[in-house]
């Protein structure tokens, strides 16, 4: 299998804090890889150098190919992005959103055409469609979302916290679309407080202080930690921490 | 370009969307320039004066004296000629000028009446009012010393000009002032909130790992900007054109120009600021603290800045809006050419420079 993501003693330091400290990891194509770690155990500042977005201060990555360092506008080109917070514009339509973010994906209009089509046919949007995106339900905006970050065929999507404040209900809807676009060989980077969704990876890597303590499939996580839950070997690494919020 | 013109295209979604920016891009200029009809009078102290004397005889030497002593005048020089009396008007150096006409004591003394030209700068109508007011006054006690001595009272007529303004119509003088002010809201303030409002919705995170470059988004969000604004200054210039009755006495496109590179200067502004806060709120207590009140205070079209406290006289000179509104008064108003307002012109330019300069830089460092 075709390596996407490869990392290697990735570090960053803001003054004397040492945000994320030397992890070392690799992920697949087309896997679902969970990123997991308590409030404050360098997720994110991990995730913005994947992402192009902060440079790091010593170590090596490769996303989709492409440095870290010098090639951050190659890694944006193919990687898609979802945060925590909902990020479509809600006084525009959910097809004027479509058309915008297609648009500075650099999509033509044509693609961007067939793109929403299938998109509203898929999600069953078809009396909303020309609605603003402001009327609908929580959980309909995080599928849009997801739909959107995925609209120019990433090779790689990451989703922060992408299901924080839907029921489990909602939660696992979600999941199908997640599965659906990994099916197609998108590889999928989750952080996620919720371990039922970890259950749901293929890998899942467990940061504690700024290091990669756990990283492996869920069901040897449970061995490896004796385990009967995920929650259970979430709690033995957090335990461990050392770092307050 | 595509991604520039999908984002554009989103801009102006998103203001006409919101009847609460509609109306204060386009209900604003409307009220402000029917509100700003009433203008505040103040005293105003040190006008810079000069004295042109064709009869250098003892009365003249009199008045100009009585003139010297009077807090009111400051006199610049004396003995001119009148050639020089526009032109030192036309550079803005001083705000009247005082004509005694040959042979003035002999005149008063045989036919116990004599005349004395009051020419004012009224482009400030206010300031243009009280200082001749203050001229007659020092001209009359003058007159009533005299009084004393003789029996036969003695005449001697003013014949004030208004130069400019010859109405003494209040408009002139707020419609540069509004349009500033407009322009200083549309452009800073709302450029403003609407790059943090991306902020605080996350969006700007989205767009940031987009590969549509950072400064892209920054320049997506002037440009629709400038463009309503631009709508803005024509809307005001033609109220004040066909409802004030105000002509535009210089070159429209000057002052169109003039108008661009103000434009600029507040949108610079506005992108400091959104790049310096992260809450809509803060962005606009900012806007309005920062940017309207000193250009009410400082940018002299409420406050005649002559009058003020030396320090405060220092302050107006970073005021980008007083810059302006002394190029705006002067074109429109004074009729004057490029020629007259370049160090104005230049000035603002250097603003403008500056915070771009210090935008990029702390934009720069907040990616890193």
């Known amino acids: ?245 | 370009m595509k991604q520039f013109i999908s984002f554009v295209k989103k801009e102006f979604s998103h203001v006409l969307r919101d009847r609460r920016t509609l109306f204060i891009l386009f209900g604003m200029p409307l009220v402000q320039i029917l509100i700003f009809g009433f203008a505040l009078t103040s005293e105003v102290k040190d006008s810079k004066i000069v004295v042109v004397d064709y009869a250098r005889d003892n009365a003249s030497r009199a008045i100009i004296s009585k003139f010297e002593a009077s807090h009111y005048f400051d006199i610049e020089k004396s003995a001119m000629s009148h050639d020089d009396i526009y032109k030192s008007f036309k550079q803005g150096k001083i705000k009247m000028a005082i004509v005694f006409p040959a042979k003035f004591n002999e005149t008063l003394l045989q036919q116990n009446k004599a005349q004395i030209q009051i020419i004012a700068d009224a482009s400030d109508p206010n300031t243009a009012n009280t200082i001749t007011n203050y001229a007659s006054a020092i001209i009359n006690d003058y007159k009533s010393q005299l009084d004393k001595t003789m029996a036969v009272p003695y005449q001697i007529f003013t014949e004030t000009k208004m130069l400019y303004n010859p109405q003494l119509a209040g408009a002139p003088n707020f419609v540069p002032g509004v349009m500033a002010l407009v322009l200083m809201l549309v452009c800073v303030m709302m450029t403003a909130i609407s790059i943090v409002k991306e902020k605080e919705t996350g969006t700007m995170e989205v767009l940031l790992v987009s590969p549509f470059k950072p400064i892209w988004v920054i320049f997506s969000k002037a440009v629709p900007y400038l463009l309503l604004s631009l709508v803005n200054v024509a809307s005001i210039l033609l109220l004040s054109v066909f409802v004030l009755d105000l002509p535009i006495n210089g070159s429209v496109l000057l002052l169109l120009a003039e108008s661009v590179l103000f434009i600029i200067t507040c949108l610079t502004l506005g992108i400091f600021i959104s790049i310096k806060t992260s809450s809509q709120q803060v962005a606009m207590l900012i806007s309005l603290m920062g940017m309207m009140l000193p250009t009410v205070l400082f940018s002299g079209f409420m406050f005649p800045i002559e009058n003020m406290p030396l320090p405060l006289q220092i302050i107006t000179n970073i005021v980008p809006s007083k810059w302006y509104y002394v190029i705006v008064k002067s074109i429109m108003i004074k009729g004057l050419s490029f020629s007259y307002i370049w160090k104005e012109t230049l000035i603002l330019l250097g603003i403008t420079l500056f915070f771009l300069a210090l935008s990029i830089k702390s934009f720069k460092i907040r990616l890193s």
Not at chain 1, 31 to 60: H, Q, V, W, Y
């Open chain 1, 1 to 245: 299998m075709e390596t996407v993501i490869r990392t290697e003693k990735l570090t960053k330091r803001f003054g004397d804090f040492i945000a994320t400290n030397e992890i070392t990891f690799e992920v697949k194509k087309g896997e679902i890889f969970g990123f997991l770690g308590a409030n404050g155990a360098g997720k994110t500042t991990a995730m913005r150098m994947l992402c192009g977005l902060s440079i790091p201060s010593s170590g090596d990555a490769q996303v989709a190919g492409f440095d870290v360092y010098k090639q951050t506008e190659e890694i944006k080109k193919n990687i898609g992005y979802m945060s925590q917070k909902f990020s479509l514009y809600e006084d525009l339509t959910i097809l004027e959103n479509i058309k915008f973010f297609g648009g500075i994906y650099g999509l033509t209009d044509k693609q961007i055409k067939t793109k929403s089509d299938s998109l509203v046919e898929k999600l069953g949007l078809h009396n909303e469609a020309k609605k603003l995106v402001s009327g609908l339900p929580l959980g309909w905006k995080q599928k849009l979302s997801f739909s959107v970050a995925v609209l120019h065929d990433p090779k790689i999507v990451f989703l922060d916290e992408p299901t924080g404040g839907v029921d489990p209900l909602t939660r696992r809807q979600f999941w199908e679309l997640i599965y659906d676009a990994a099916d197609t060989g998108v590889t999928i980077f989750v952080t996620t407080h919720y371990m039922d969704e970890a259950e749901y990876c293929n890998r899942i890597s467990i940061m504690v202080d700024g290091r990669i303590d756990a990283l492996d499939s869920p069901v040897n996580l449970k061995k490896q930690f004796n385990a009967n839950s995920m929650d259970e070997v979430f709690y033995q690494l957090a335990r461990g921490a050392k770092r307050a919020e």
